[in-house]
């Protein structure tokens, strides 16, 4: 791969010395998109790199979400894997006792969630510290993240999710509301009906840094240098993640708010909890096959996700049910039992259904 690193050095250098002010904002806003664009490239290149998008990791994806932890150095990352799963994470007081992902399978709600276990990371783990990008990428590519820190750790929590940011996994945030139609000819054209605080000049220059020079751009929310960046990135990820902070059988009475989640993973306590908390995030759910000339049954469960259709659970069955256009469904979302419906509407939670 090109080593892009003195690159990067020179335009944080400059990005330093540059005064911020009104007048310097597109400048700014270039520089920004530049070290942005790089940063696309070296994810591009690194997922390209094999190991399953895993950098370095062979990490091999099965089940129906994953889920990675995420954590400083013994935070019990790999007591919590043991717990929920049937693998068997070496535990031990010291730090780095994990050296490599560890995959395990967690059976919920007829779910199949796997879950990676992975060494801990270090602050500037996204600088390259450790291991860090290597293990970061194995969280680029996950469905859902558990931050993980214990109670005289906190701060951590923050830590990492800093580190994530920093390697352009957007936690619990959705993609910017812009949207970009590339043309041949033309050059840019911006259209928005907010006010916004950055101008045209500095909205085009980001954008034509990025590689985008010709195209009408729909600026649908208030942006900012960084979010109207992470519109036009083409390696930003977003995922949601659970904070826990473990080890909470240490302290009398954990204190601090319900942004966190409390847990003991040795004593087992909050675990359950944290099991909802993780079908809940993944916006799991899950829908019952019913097989012609069968009554409406919950037999054959299928998991899904939100904002999935009916033609997404055909995908998921396989070739014998690919030409399937109609349903007959049951459950919340028909209006009487066994309505007929098109593939093309969304399933719900415990919806039946029989393919036609
Ligand atoms: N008191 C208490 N100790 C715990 C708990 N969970 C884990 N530990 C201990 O903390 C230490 C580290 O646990 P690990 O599960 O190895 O931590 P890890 O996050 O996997 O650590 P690395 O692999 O080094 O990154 C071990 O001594 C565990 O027994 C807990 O809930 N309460
Ligand atoms: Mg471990």
Same mark, same amino acid.
């Given at each position: ?148 820190? %214990? ?22 945030? +959705? ?21 916004? %605080? ?26 900012? +240098?960084?979010?109207?960046? %992470? ?80 033609? %997404? ?44």
């Amino acid at each position: 791969m090109t080593d892009f690193t003195q690159t990067i050095e020179e335009i944080k250098k400059e990005l330093r010395e540059t005064p911020h002010h009104k007048g310097t904002e597109h400048y700014i806003g270039r520089l920004r998109a530049r070290l942005a664009r790089i940063e696309d490239k070296i994810y591009e290149a690194s997922s390209k790199g094999g190991g399953g998008g895993g950098g370095g990791y062979a990490v091999k994806k099965t089940g129906d979400a994953s889920v990675v932890l995420i954590g400083p150095p013994s935070a019990g990352k790999s007591t919590l894997l043991n717990k929920f799963t049937n693998a068997q994470s070496k535990v031990a007081a010291y730090a780095f006792t994990t050296t490599t992902v560890i995959p395990g399978m967690m059976l919920y709600k007829d779910a199949y969630i796997q879950i990676f276990d992975i060494p801990g990371l270090l602050e500037g783990a996204s600088k390259g510290k450790g291991r860090g990008k290597e293990v970061l990428s194995v969280a680029r590519n996950s469905d859902l993240l558990l931050v993980i820190s %214990d109670v005289q750790r906190i701060n951590y929590i923050e830590k990492m999710t800093q580190e994530l940011e920093g390697a352009g996994i957007r936690i619990n945030k +959705i993609k910017p509301n812009v949207l970009i139609n590339k043309k041949i000819i033309g050059g840019i054209t911006i259209h928005t009906n907010i006010k916004q %605080d950055l101008d045209d000049l500095t909205i085009k220059e980001i954008a034509s840094e990025m590689g985008i020079k010709n195209a009408d751009i729909s600026i649908k929310e208030k942006v900012t +240098i960084d979010s109207l960046i %992470d519109s036009f990135s083409t390696s930003r990820v977003y995922i949601p993640a659970i904070f826990v902070v473990n080890k909470t059988d240490t302290v009398h009475r954990p204190q601090f708010t319900d942004h966190y989640l409390a847990i003991s993973a040795e004593k087992g306590t909050g675990l359950e909890n944290l099991k909802e908390e993780i079908w809940n995030k993944l916006r799991l759910l899950s829908v019952y096959l019913v097989q012609p000339n069968e009554e409406p049954n919950f037999e054959s469960p299928i998991i899904m996700r939100e904002g999935d259709l009916l033609s %997404d659970v055909t995908v998921k069955l396989g070739t014998d049910f690919s030409e399937k256009r109609l349903a007959k469904i049951w459950g919340n979302a028909a209006h009487f039992p066994g309505q007929e419906v098109p593939t093309t509407i969304k399933v719900t939670d415990r919806m039946q259904v029989r393919f036609l």
